[in-house]
C-alpha cells in the first residue's frame, strides 16, 4: 500500500563470493560462480559456470592475461584476452582491454580502451566455453578502427 515499494529483481552486482586481493596472483584458470571481484593478477582463463547468472569485475588494479567468460562482467583494470560478456558488459574509464570483445549489450565509459574487435552477439552460442572457443566466422573480419585510420581519400581503408 502506501509506502511501500515493491521490490525489483536484481542482479547481485554488489555481492561478491570471492575476492583475489592486490597481493595475490593466480598462475592457472579460474571457474567460478556467484561473484568474483579481482583487484590481483591471474594468469589464465576466467570462466564462470555454465547456466549461471555471475558476475565479475577487475578492478583498476585488477589484470587478467587469458580469455575471460561471464554473463556479467565489469572492467576498470586491464585484459589481456578475449572477453565473452553473453548479458551484459560494463568497460568503466580505466579499463584496457587487449583482445576482442563479445557481448549482448555493453556499456562502455569515456577513456575506456580496446585494442581488438567489437563483436555484437545476441545469443551466447558464440561463448568461450571450459573446452572450446567458437568464434563466428563472418565475425572475424569485424574491427575497431580508430579516428585517426578512418580519415583519408580512401574512405577509411588503407591496404
Known sequence: MFGKKKAKPRRATGNFDTLISSRTTIEGDVRFSGG?????????????????????????????????????????????????????????????????????????AMGASVNGNLVHQREPSGLLTQDKVS???????LSVESADESSGEDGGKSE
Do not use: C, F, W
Open 36 to 108: 568474483l571481484h579481482v583487484d590481483g593478477h591471474i594468469r589464465g582463463k576466467v570462466l564462470s559456470e555454465e547456466g549461471s547468472d555471475a558476475v565479475l569485475r577487475v578492478s583498476e588494479v585488477g589484470e587478467v592475461t587469458g580469455d575471460i567468460s561471464a554473463p556479467h562482467v565489469v572492467i576498470n583494470g586491464t585484459v589481456h584476452g578475449d572477453v565473452y560478456a553473453s548479458a551484459h558488459l560494463e568497460l568503466a574509464e580505466k579499463a584496457a582491454i587487449n583482445g576482442s570483445v563479445y557481448y549482448n549489450l555493453i556499456q562502455m
Open 135 to 141: 568464434r563466428p566466422e563472418a565475425d572475424r573480419n
